[in-house]
């Protein structure tokens, strides 16, 4: 789920609004015929820009022990499915597997239980497909 960052101010009081953006207002609305006031404050500096296109970076780090992240984009939301293969094409690992809404994402892969070697990921997200090389060395 993305978050985006905002304050409510209501009658001068601050309430953060995170995670779904949903809140509450308990207690009774100003009386004597005044209205109450009511501010939305969005944080532009950590509100991001959607990615145009599908794309699959390098993990970093690279070479890694014991683990490493994969970032990835998506325009649109996809069918995702991040997977971790071995030199031979046998998958050891499924990052990822589910439907996933628009944005930017980071894949952790925790490989101390896997040997020594090179390995591939895969990420296919609708008509995306994309694999790159990795290293983890012991």
Known sequence: ??????TLVLDGKAISLIGDGSVQLAGEPSTGGSMRRIRLIL??????????????DQNYPNPFNPATEVRYELPV???????VHDLL?????TLVDGVVPAGRYTARWDASAAPSGIYFYRLTAGSFAGARKMALVR
Not at 1 to 6: E, S, Y
Not at 89 to 93: F, H, I, N, W, Y
């Open 77 to 83: 939301q996809s069918r995702v499915l991040l997977t």
């Open 89 to 93: 094409g046998r998958e050891v690992a």
């Open 1 to 6: 789920i993305r978050q985006t960052p905002a």
């Open 43 to 56: 944080s532009p500096a950590l509100v991001t820009e959607m990615p145009k296109d599908f794309r699959l």
